[in-house]
């Protein structure tokens, strides 16, 4: 469990930064309510992507050699939940270092945090999802019967924006 622990790398943040409440958005200023609805309404959405995201297409095409920013970095970066926070694994069954499986045993070891810190800390709005289910975790399980005895291994993954 160390050792894959060791290999994870988390990015280097400032926790007071993160954790501090966010700035609103371009659109939060121009809109009063974010409801699609209430912003499209008697506009066409290609309208008001035309209107929002007009400057960088027209210098995307005009500037094909420069290195301005294009859409696809666009894209990219209004995808959340990219980068890695936190990992925890945990492992427990039936195990001992001889043949015998006479022990039960748990173990948990984590690295950096499983709370969405959008939701959490800069009270922004999170996806739903069915049920109890995170939008911003992972979930992955393992089990195994050996020689030695019966366990299973856990792993969760934390994502942020």
Request: proline content about 1%.
């Given at each position: 469990?160390?050792?894959?622990?060791?290999?994870?790398?988390?990015?280097?943040?400032?926790?007071?930064?993160?954790?501090?409440?966010?700035?609103?958005?371009f659109l939060e200023n121009k809109y009063?309510?974010?409801?699609?609805?209430?912003?499209?309404?008697?506009?066409?959405?290609?309208?008001?992507?035309?209107?929002?995201?007009?400057?960088?297409?027209?210098?995307?095409?005009?500037?094909?050699?420069?290195?301005?920013?294009?859409?696809?970095?666009?894209?990219?970066?209004?995808?959340?939940?990219?980068?890695?926070?936190?990992?925890?694994?945990?492992?427990?069954?039936?195990?001992?270092?001889?043949?015998?499986?006479?022990?039960?045993?748990?173990?948990?070891?984590?690295?950096?945090?499983?709370?969405?810190?959008?939701s959490s800390y800069k009270g922004l709005?999170?996806?739903?999802?069915?049920?109890?289910?995170?939008?911003?975790?992972?979930?992955?399980i393992f089990t195994s019967k050996r020689?030695?005895?019966?366990?299973?291994?856990?792993?969760?993954?934390?994502?942020?924006?």
């Amino acid at each position: 469990m160390d050792t894959i622990l060791n290999k994870v790398v988390l990015p280097k943040v400032n926790r007071i930064v993160e954790r501090s409440l966010a700035k609103k958005s371009f659109l939060e200023n121009k809109y009063k309510c974010l409801n699609i609805s209430f912003i499209l309404d008697n506009n066409s959405l290609s309208e008001l992507l035309n209107k929002l995201y007009y400057n960088i297409v027209i210098n995307y095409y005009n500037n094909l050699n420069k290195d301005y920013l294009k859409i696809y970095e666009i894209i990219f970066n209004s995808i959340n939940y990219k980068n890695m926070s936190g990992i925890r694994l945990e492992a427990k069954g039936r195990l001992t270092k001889r043949y015998r499986a006479d022990r039960a045993v748990f173990k948990v070891r984590w690295k950096g945090g499983l709370r969405n810190i959008d939701s959490s800390y800069k009270g922004l709005s999170t996806v739903n999802m069915r049920g109890y289910a995170k939008p911003n975790l992972d979930y992955s399980i393992f089990t195994s019967k050996r020689r030695i005895g019966a366990f299973a291994v856990k792993g969760w993954i934390s994502g942020k924006s």
